[in-house]
């Protein structure tokens, strides 16, 4: 899935070649990066570590790349893990132990945490101190390590999966949201320079258009049409090629791909345009109800194709309009219920 914003095995080396590490460079967020620079600033004449931060919202929207840039402007170092990764009370015990005073700790996937773990980092948060028990019944006994002060970040994609005492540990919580056209078109220009793609003004716009408002995205796509630009001798990622690359991957003029049509025509085929549930719509299309809810809902949701009421998934008069169908006369009315 070309327009899947969740990180490939591809993106790797890619992500990491095309990582802002600073806030000029990086675009978008406007709201996020003034408040970050104010919370930055003023721990630093305070002389303290910044208070914990909690960034959430969908995949590819450059959380990891905040925590970096966090990381470089405080000069810290920055310990990168997931919440998958840290299986066991020794896992974290071990983390946090290397830390070094004003460290960075960068954990993804927080919502993935292992609620046992999540008890453990409450006073690692709070009081920078470690309860671990050794040994079982009776002779068991309690240690307690001290931790150096450091600041935890944690990047999520599903906020309301943390516990709430957890959430309520972190002084800063950050959304990030889809980015505007013009800054995809920023990020473009700026990769493009950086891997050494000859690109005009309009191949950048057909890219943005159809990068799903994601960063990620829009750095992959850059890529094949790249691919495409050469292997037809054309050299210079235009207009024309980017037509021509993108409709090949079957990426239309809003960024949707196959599965997202699939989705959108099943719920007005199958089931007169919703309400359904997101359990039907997975069996129904033969997806997982987390890649639905995920990677095509926010999206779909966003450009205001699907509604999402307490009764189920509703198509609205956009999605049919896009798929070239005629809107049922009630169906403003349903959307309205």
């Given at each position: 899935?070309?327009?899947?914003?969740?990180?490939?095995?591809?993106d790797?080396?890619?992500?990491?070649?095309?990582?802002?590490?600073?806030?000029?460079?990086?675009?978008?967020?406007?709201?996020?990066?003034?408040?970050?620079?104010?919370?930055?600033?003023?721990?630093?004449?305070?002389?303290?570590?910044?208070?914990?931060?909690?960034?959430?919202?969908?995949?590819?929207?450059?959380?990891?790349?905040?925590?970096?840039?966090?990381?470089?402007?405080?000069?810290?170092?920055?310990?990168?893990?997931?919440?998958?990764?840290?299986e066991?009370i020794?896992?974290l015990?071990?983390?946090?132990?290397?830390?070094?005073?004003?460290?960075?700790?960068?954990?993804?996937?927080?919502?993935?945490?292992?609620?046992?773990?999540?008890?453990?980092?409450?006073?690692?948060?709070?009081?920078?101190?470690?309860?671990?028990?050794?040994?079982?019944?009776?002779?068991?006994?309690?240690?307690?390590?001290?931790?150096p002060?450091?600041?935890?970040?944690?990047?999520?994609?599903?906020?309301?999966?943390?516990?709430s005492?957890?959430r309520?540990?972190?002084?800063?919580?950050?959304?990030?949201?889809?980015?505007?056209?013009?800054?995809?078109?920023?990020?473009?220009?700026?990769?493009?320079?950086i891997?050494?793609?000859?690109t005009?003004?309009?191949?950048?716009?057909?890219?943005?258009?159809?990068?799903?408002?994601?960063?990620?995205?829009?750095?992959?796509?850059?890529?094949?049409?790249?691919?495409?630009?050469?292997?037809?001798?054309?050299?210079?990622?235009?207009?024309?090629?980017?037509?021509?690359?993108?409709?090949?991957?079957?990426?239309?003029?809003?960024?949707?791909?196959?599965?997202?049509?699939?989705?959108?025509?099943?719920?007005?085929?199958?089931?007169?345009?919703?309400?359904?549930?997101?359990?039907?719509?997975a069996?129904?299309?033969?997806?997982?109800?987390?890649?639905?809810?995920?990677?095509?809902?926010?999206?779909?949701m966003?450009?205001?194709?699907?509604?999402?009421t307490?009764?189920?998934?509703?198509?609205?008069?956009?999605?049919?309009?896009?798929?070239?169908?005629?809107?049922?006369?009630?169906?403003?009315?349903?959307?309205?219920?």
């Amino acid at each position: 899935m070309y327009t899947d914003p969740r990180p490939q095995k591809e993106d790797n080396v890619l992500d990491k070649t095309l990582r802002p590490n600073n806030f000029k460079d990086y675009f978008g967020q406007e709201k996020t990066k003034k408040n970050l620079r104010v919370l930055i600033e003023a721990a630093r004449k305070r002389g303290e570590t910044i208070e914990h931060v909690l960034l959430y919202g969908g995949s590819g929207l450059g959380k990891t790349t905040l925590a970096h840039i966090i990381a470089k402007e405080l000069n810290s170092n920055i310990k990168v893990t997931s919440g998958p990764a840290i299986e066991k009370i020794g896992d974290l015990a071990s983390i946090l132990s290397n830390l070094q005073s004003g460290d960075i700790l960068f954990i993804d996937e927080a919502h993935r945490l292992n609620k046992l773990i999540e008890e453990y980092l409450y006073p690692a948060m709070e009081e920078y101190c470690l309860d671990i028990i050794i040994g079982k019944g009776p002779s068991a006994r309690s240690i307690q390590l001290e931790l150096p002060k450091f600041t935890l970040i944690a990047a999520t994609t599903r906020i309301s999966l943390l516990s709430s005492p957890l959430r309520n540990r972190f002084g800063a919580t950050y959304h990030l949201d889809f980015y505007e056209e013009k800054d995809i078109q920023d990020i473009l220009r700026r990769s493009s320079k950086i891997l050494g793609i000859e690109t005009d003004e309009e191949g950048i716009e057909e890219i943005a258009k159809r990068a799903r408002k994601t960063p990620r995205v829009a750095n992959r796509l850059l890529k094949r049409v790249r691919d495409y630009a050469q292997v037809h001798e054309q050299g210079k990622v235009s207009k024309k090629n980017a037509q021509e690359a993108l409709a090949m991957l079957e990426i239309d003029d809003l960024g949707l791909e196959s599965t997202d049509r699939l989705i959108i025509s099943t719920i007005i085929e199958k089931f007169n345009g919703g309400p359904v549930g997101v359990e039907t719509l997975a069996a129904a299309t033969f997806e997982e109800k987390d890649t639905i809810c995920d990677i095509y809902e926010p999206y779909l949701m966003q450009i205001g194709f699907l509604a999402r009421t307490p009764q189920g998934r509703i198509a609205t008069q956009l999605a049919y309009k896009h798929l070239g169908l005629k809107a049922p006369e009630d169906g403003q009315k349903r959307l309205i219920e």
